[in-house]
Nanobody, 115 residues
Framework: QVQLVESGGGLVQPGGSLRLSCAASRSVFSISVLGWYRQAPGKERELVAAITRDGTRRYLDSVKARFTVSRDFAENTVDLQMNSLNPEDTAVYYC?????????WGQGTQVTVSS
């Protein structure tokens, strides 16, 4: 099993930045895929960014060049740096990992972009 604890959400003005962090109970080196999803009210959950064990990254088109996903092997975290935020980024953000073929989810953290 993998337990995930997220932090870093909050309220930010348009154009601002936030950094989300997800602490895993296992070494991130042993995890196949680490990523972030989000779900806005009335919408389906969507993949925002992910990084695989070999370091390959993928991003939702609308966040490319604004968001960066990374791993910290020392702290066993997967982080999401979000820049140039806009109101359309408002959602609950969920950490997700795939470990031994099983999906694990964090509890979610609210990100609100508003003036």
């Amino acid at each position: 099993q993998v337990q995930l604890v997220e932090s870093g959400g909050g309220l930010v003005q348009p154009g601002g930045s936030l950094r989300l962090s997800c602490a895993a109970s296992r070494s991130v080196f042993s995890i196949s895929v680490l990523g972030w999803y989000r779900q806005a009210p009335g919408k389906e959950r969507e993949l925002v960014a992910a990084i695989t064990r070999d370091g390959t990254r993928r991003y939702l088109d609308s966040v490319k060049a604004r968001f960066t996903v990374s791993r910290d092997f020392a702290e066993n975290t997967v982080d999401l740096q979000m820049n140039s935020l806009n109101p359309e980024d408002t959602a609950v953000y969920y950490c997700n990992v795939v470990y031994q073929g099983i999906n694990y989810w964090g509890q979610g953290t609210q990100v609100t972009v508003s003036s």
